[in-house]
């Protein structure tokens, strides 16, 4: 059973920086997408960011320039760094991995969510 344990959310002034952490309970060295999502009260979950196995990223219009993904295979963690952020950034963010492009690795895991409140 894959597990991701998310660290580092919490309370941030509007123009500061926070960084969030995932960590996996599993290599992730072959994993193919790696992402951070996040969701407002009243509205579904979106994808802020997402690192791919082969070097690839991709960043919400929202976030681009602002916000950096990246992933340690030393210690199988996928983190965000979050810069500048504003008010519209307050939400809870949620890890997420895909192991796999197809088939029984294909499933989708996901951190328990972390709050991030941005105060102006």
């Known amino acids: 059973q894959v597990q991701l344990v998310e660290s580092g959310g919490g309370v941030v002034q509007a123009g500061g920086s926070l960084r969030l952490s995932c960590a996996s309970n599993?290599?992730?060295?072959?994993?193919?997408?790696m992402s951070w999502f996040r969701r407002t009260p009243g509205k579904q979950r979106i994808l802020v960011a997402r690192?791919?196995?082969?070097?690839?990223?991709w960043y919400s219009d929202a976030v681009k320039g602002r916000f950096a993904i990246s992933r340690d295979g030393a210690k199988d963690t996928v983190s965000l760094q979050m810069n500048n952020l504003t008010t519209d950034d307050t939400a809870v963010y949620y890890c997420?991995?895909?192991?796999?492009?197809?088939?029984?690795?294909?499933?989708?895991?996901w951190g328990q969510g972390l709050q991030v409140i941005v105060s102006s």
């Open positions: 690192t791919f196995l082969d070097g690839e990223f």
């Open positions: 997420h991995i895909r192991p796999g492009v197809s088939g029984p690795e294909a499933q989708d895991y």
């Open positions: 599993i290599r992730i060295s072959g994993v193919h997408q």
